[in-house]
């Protein structure tokens, strides 16, 4: 998947962490980790969680934002 086209690695990251956050895989802390060599922001990370609250569930996404701070520590919004 990574090597295709179409979408640019910051891209195909924020859809991984919010896919993984929905369905809450314990995978989402080493694709949060390997963000930071995307160009992906603490912040773009935010936004992109604020959508799994919404579309996936608060629980999923308070989870995740718990997920997120250890990784990046206390940047973001969440």
């Given at each position: 998947m990574w090597s295709r086209p179409r979408?640019?690695?910051r891209t195909k990251s924020l859809l991984t962490i919010a896919i993984?956050?929905?369905l809450g895989h314990e995978e989402l802390e080493l694709h949060l980790e390997a963000a930071k060599n995307t160009g992906t922001s603490p912040e773009d990370v935010a936004e992109a969680l604020f959508h799994v609250a919404v579309y996936a569930g608060v629980p999923a996404a308070n989870s995740a934002f718990k997920r997120a701070k250890r990784v990046f520590g206390k940047g973001g919004d969440g």
């Open positions: 979408l640019d690695r993984l956050a929905a």
